[in-house]
Nanobody, 126 residues
Framework: VQLQASGGGLVQAGGSLRLSCAAS????????TSWFRQAPGKEREFVAG????????LYADSVKGQFTISRDNAKNTVYLQMNSLKPEDTAVYYC????????????????????WGQGTQVTVSS
């Protein structure tokens, strides 16, 4: 499985971006998919996750009501809509796939994920 994250860029505070995570392989639609981010000098942190069916989502407290995760299994793609962006949202954003058969709902621990994309840079200017 390979993941390709895209959609990052430079945006002013208060602006919006939509990130995409496109996956190859047949098992994408059977896996939890999540977004993490890592700012310079900080640990990678969970942002949002979605179950394989889309029926279950999980958000970090810091982005609740601000970010929305969704998926289109027909397109093997997960999206992260980010609104009202703040300078503290600046980070490299990574998408990750959970294991088949053992992760039914998104989890916030990076070590539990099997596959990672290369990351896309999001920079929010004040």
């Amino acid at each position: 499985v390979q993941l390709q994250a895209s959609g990052g860029g430079l945006v002013q505070a208060g602006g919006s971006l939509r990130l995409s995570c496109a996956a190859s392989g047949r098992t994408f639609s059977s896996r939890v998919t999540s977004w993490f981010r890592q700012a310079p000098g900080k640990e990678r942190e969970f942002v949002a996750g979605i179950s394989w069916s889309g029926s279950s989502t999980l958000y970090a407290d810091s982005v609740k009501g601000q970010f929305t995760i969704s998926r289109d299994n027909a397109k093997n793609t997960v999206y992260l809509q980010m609104n009202s962006l703040k300078p503290e949202d600046t980070a490299v954003y990574y998408c990750a796939l959970g294991p088949i058969g053992t992760m039914w709902r998104p989890r916030n621990e990076p070590a539990e994920y099997d596959y990672w994309g290369q990351g896309t840079q999001v920079t929010v200017s004040s």
